[in-house]
C-alpha cells in the first residue's frame, strides 16, 4: 500500500480523511421511514444509533446521515421534521464512535443544525442549489459533496433525457465546483458526485459508470453512489435491493480502480472487503 503523504489526506478543523491506501467508503444511515433499500429499517432512533455504531465498527470512514428519502416520487420533508429524524442520531454517534459523521440533506438549516450537533461533512444532492448552505459549508470549514440530479426525487425518472449524458453531467459538476470554490470553499473540501440514479436511465448510469474516471479527471475527488440502486435490478433481475449486493460490490470494485475516492453504501462490511482487495490491487501495479 502507498504511504500517507499530503497530496493523500485531506484535513479540515472538523476532520481528516486518509485516501493513501485508495478508496474509502461511506455508510448510508437512512433516518426515514420510506427509503428504497431499508424501507424504514432504521427510522427508530435507537435502531439508527445502533446500525451506526455497527457500520463504524465495519470500517466505515464515513457514515452520512440522512432524514429525507430521495428515492423516486419521494415527497420532500419538512427542515423541522428532518432535524426532529437526524439531530438525536447525530448527537448520539459522535459521543460513541469516532468516524466522520455527513448530513445528507439540501435544507442548509437542516445542515446547520447538525454540524451543530456534531457532522463534519455535507452531503447535498443539489449541489448547493441554495446559497446559505454554500455560505454555511465556507463559514463551519466543512467538505461539501456535490451532486448532480435532473429534476427533483418526485420528477427525476419521468422520462430523464440527454443528447450527451456524461458529458453534460461533468460540465454541470464542474460549474458548480467553481460556484463552491466563489463561496471560498477549498478545491480539495469539494467531491462531486455523478447523482447515480437521480434523472438517469439504465443507459444513462451504464454510460456514467463505464466513464467514471473522466470524472476523476475532472479536478475533484469523486464519490459514487451506486448501491444497490434500481439499474442493479434490471441488470441481474433482483427486485429485492437488499439481494443486489454482489451487483453493488461490481460497481464498487470499477469504481476504485477508476480511481474513485468514496464509494457510498448499504453493506459496510461487504463493500470493505472488495474495496481492500481492489485497492491492493491497484497499489500493486
Request: net charge neutral; with cysteine.
Amino acid at each position: 500500500m502507498k504511504k500517507s503523504n499530503g497530496k493523500n489526506v485531506v484535513e479540515w478543523p472538523r476532520g481528516r480523511l486518509d485516501f493513501s491506501a485508495g478508496c474509502v467508503v461511506m455508510g448510508v444511515l437512512n433516518v426515514t421511514p420510506d427509503s428504497f433499500s431499508d424501507g424504514g429499517q432504521f427510522f427508530d432512533t435507537d435502531k439508527a444509533i445502533e446500525h451506526g455504531i455497527q457500520m463504524a465498527a465495519d470500517g466505515a470512514a464515513i457514515i452520512d446521515v440522512g432524514a429525507e428519502s430521495t428515492r423516486p416520487s419521494a415527497e420532500p420533508v419538512s427542515v423541522d421534521e428532518q432535524i426532529r429524524r437526524v439531530i438525536p442520531v447525530i448527537e448520539a454517534l459522535c459521543k460513541r464512535i469516532k468516524v466522520l459523521i455527513s448530513i445528507d440533506t439540501n435544507r442548509s438549516e437542516v445542515a446547520e443544525a447538525a454540524l451543530e450537533a456534531g457532522a463534519a461533512m455535507i452531503n447535498d444532492i443539489t449541489a448547493l442549489s441554495d446559497e446559505r448552505m454554500g455560505v454555511l459549508a465556507a463559514e463551519q470549514q466543512v467538505p461539501v459533496v456535490l451532486m448532480h440530479m435532473q429534476g427533483t426525487p418526485a420528477t427525476m425518472q419521468i422520462e430523464p433525457k440527454y443528447k450527451d449524458v456524461v458529458t453534460e453531467v461533468r460540465q454541470f459538476l464542474v460549474k458548480r465546483t467553481k460556484r463552491a470554490e466563489q463561496f471560498d470553499i477549498p478545491k480539495e473540501r469539494i467531491f462531486i458526485d455523478p447523482g447515480i440514479g437521480f434523472g438517469k436511465t439504465l443507459k444513462h448510469n451504464i454510460l456514467l459508470l463505464r466513464n467514471i474516471d473522466k470524472f476523476v479527471a475532472a479536478g475533484c475527488r469523486v464519490l459514487v453512489g451506486a448501491s444497490r440502486k434500481s439499474f442493479i435490478g434490471k441488470i441481474t433481475n433482483r427486485e429485492n435491493p437488499a439481494d443486489r449486493i454482489f451487483g453493488t460490490a461490481a460497481s464498487v470494485a470499477l469504481c476504485v480502480a477508476a480511481g474513485v475516492s468514496i464509494v457510498r453504501v448499504h453493506d459496510v462490511a461487504e463493500m470493505i472487503d472488495v474495496a481492500k482487495v481492489a485497492n491492493a490491487i491497484i497499489s500493486a501495479g
